[in-house]
């Protein structure tokens, strides 16, 4: 994963800044309407996607021009026979060239440049960038590099949905917003799972979950997913036609128990795989070798893994997405259990050499790849194991692929929502949260930062853990506010105050004896004793204060003071009609804000 740069600031750019218009918020039913096109856009963007790949995929492989392509199904060996293995060179080459050219941002696996994007870059995301990552994941995986389809579509729908919202001279939190729905609604039309692509929104991307944020995530997933089934069908990604768990199917104690063995070792496996393509791209980064030189080296033993497996078991495999490989597990067509797990180790190597070289494409098929294999495999053994306890290696398959999505990218819901909308087998939702659960805490216990945040991360650019934990944000304003405060006439002079009050903790209020007017920090003035025998209160005494009634939330109360560019809010009792002095009970500063926010966290 590369993030680029910011560029250097220019004075012309400084001027053009100055010069921009101010920036508006507009109401939730405008964000809806505009959600609704950043939805149609990512539907069609998917659509095309997808016939770019399989144009260039059979190009690539076969020499012939053609947009017919089932990713599901396994395609005849090339017709370059062992001059198989440039093909992801050369596309390797030009994916170099692409990025390095016009791009930075387009290389690696799209979510975490995303992210970069929301928490450091206000949600600007370059509209060349939606181009650039479509040719060049396009030719990555046409050429066989082993991503996915996801993380290109998610950097292309937050591409346009910031562009959009930049066109528009949105505020921050609407731009993120549509940045957001963009993301939600390109993984909602790549694998027709419009509920995932709102989850994926919600748990990876949007800093708040709130009804202004959630809204208009859901419009637009729910438009591209439309559009995309108009025009592609509504059949789901993977086709699930065996009676692992019959419908009305108890789930029992062995499966349950298997289940929850794979979850370990789902998260011990999602461990490996943050650990790996870490390893992988710092090896790379860190090499000093020529970024052309590298993508040759890592992109030949790529092809050369991808050509052996072909030698040995009939098929490339670990090939671009490799979804025929997950259908063949779920259809029951590969039963050993050795076999599958050189497919997931493969994966592995594959996947983390290919990223690391260079590749442009997302991390959630080998994901989906790596859990298939490695599932299927424990389910051979448990059924070897345990005969007669309903265990099959392909319900097991799908077990595997929902924790080790969950348990690479900490998405649990996303994991959870996806497989079933993926596969629409519910019953197995219950042994699937199960795994997906400790999948994750396995993983979390090995390492906080997940397949998306690691780099981000090591690169000194973290993103929070718990993004959507504002929960001390509904403490009502009277268990925060500051207490030790008094009331004073504004006539009062400087001097006579200082010698009621201790000038580094109590907070004073001023009134002209009906109305508040002002309030006054002492530790926060410099003291000057001539100035202040001059002064009065009234003269020293900031008025940029908001009245908030001990009953209102803090969002509340935050919210208003940063509409109305007020540092700090006095608290009064829930009275009617204008507040008096004597009805103050409080002060809320930044002071107390930031206090709330650690003990939330820390206790």
């Not at 718990?466 to 009502?476: C, E, H, K, P």
């Not at 009234?538 to 560019?565: C, H, K």
Request: proline share 4%.
């Amino acid at each position: 994963m590369s993030v680029a740069n910011p560029p250097a600031t220019s004075a012309a750019t400084v001027a053009s800044e100055a010069e921009a218009p101010p920036e508006r918020e507009v109401t939730l039913k405008v964000m809806l309407l505009l959600s609704l096109v950043v939805g149609i856009v990512a539907g069609i963007g998917a659509i095309f996607f997808k016939y770019l790949i399989a144009f260039i995929y059979n190009l690539a492989f076969y020499g012939i021009f053609s947009l017919r392509l089932d990713p599901n199904v396994y395609g005849p060996a090339s017709s370059w026979g062992a001059g198989i293995v440039l093909v992801p060179v050369i596309g390797g080459l030009v994916v170099v060239w692409l990025v390095r050219s016009f791009a930075p941002e387009a290389k690696g696996h799209g979510v975490p440049e995303v992210m970069f994007a929301i928490y450091h870059q206000n949600g600007n995301v370059r509209g060349v960038v939606a181009a650039v990552k479509s040719l060049a994941s396009a030719i990555s995986i046409g050429t066989g590099a082993s991503v996915g389809r996801e993380g290109p579509i998610i950097q292309i729908g937050s591409s346009f949905g910031s562009t959009f919202a930049r066109a528009l001279n949105l505020v921050q939190h609407q731009k993120i917003t549509l940045l957001s729905a963009g993301a939600g609604a390109g993984i909602a039309a790549t694998f027709n799972t419009p509920l995932g692509g709102v989850l994926f929104a919600s748990e990876v991307l949007l800093p708040e979950v709130s009804t202004r944020t959630f809204l208009p995530v859901v419009v637009a997933t729910a438009t591209s997913t439309y559009v995309y089934r108009a025009v592609m069908g509504v059949e789901s990604a993977f086709v699930v036609a065996f009676d692992g768990l019959a419908q009305g199917h108890l789930v029992n104690g062995a499966e349950l128990l298997l289940a929850a063995a794979l979850g370990v070792l789902m998260g011990l496996a999602a461990w490996a795989f943050v650990k790996v393509l870490a390893w992988a791209e710092d090896v790379f980064e860190d090499s000093g070798i020529n970024p052309y030189l590298q993508n040759i080296l890592g992109m030949f033993a790529v092809g050369l893994l991808g050509y052996g497996f072909m030698l040995f078991s009939g098929h490339y495999h670990v090939y671009s997405v490799g979804y025929s490989t997950i259908q063949d597990v779920l259809n029951g067509g590969i039963t050993g259990a050795g076999l599958l797990l050189v497919l997931f180790a493969g994966k592995l190597v594959a996947t983390c050499v290919s990223l690391g070289a260079g590749a442009s494409g997302g991390i959630f098929s080998p994901s989906l790849f790596m859990g298939a294999t490695l599932g299927g495999a424990v389910g051979v053994i448990g059924e070897y194991l345990l005969p007669g306890a309903g265990i099959t290696p392909q319900t097991f398959a799908i077990l595997g692929m929902g924790a080790m999505v969950g348990g690479a990218t900490s998405a649990a819901m996303t994991a959870i929502v996806m497989i079933f909308e993926m596969t629409r087998d519910y019953e197995i939702i219950l042994p699937l949260v199960l795994a997906v659960a400790l999948a994750i805490g396995v993983r979390r216990a090995l390492t906080t930062a997940d397949i998306y945040t690691i780099k981000l991360r090591n690169r000194g650019k973290p993103i929070p853990t718990d993004r959507t934990t504002n929960m001390f944000l509904v403490r009502q304003a009277s268990e925060v506010m500051y207490r030790d405060f008094v009331v004073l006439p504004g006539s009062m002079t400087v001097t006579d105050a200082l010698k009621q009050v201790e000038v580094h903790k109590t907070r004073v209020i001023t009134t002209d004896g009906t109305r508040i007017t002002g309030y006054v920090r002492f530790g926060t003035i410099p003291y000057q004793a001539d100035r202040f025998a001059r002064q009065t209160l009234g003269d020293i005494a900031s008025s940029e204060f908001i009245i908030a009634s001990n009953a209102s939330n803090l969002n509340t109360v935050v919210t208003r003071m940063n509409r109305r560019n007020r540092t700090y809010a006095i608290v009064v009792r829930d009275t009617r009609g204008l507040p008096r002095p004597e009805d103050i009970v409080g002060i809320i500063g930044r002071e107390e804000i930031a206090n709330a926010l650690v003990r939330n966290h820390y206790g």
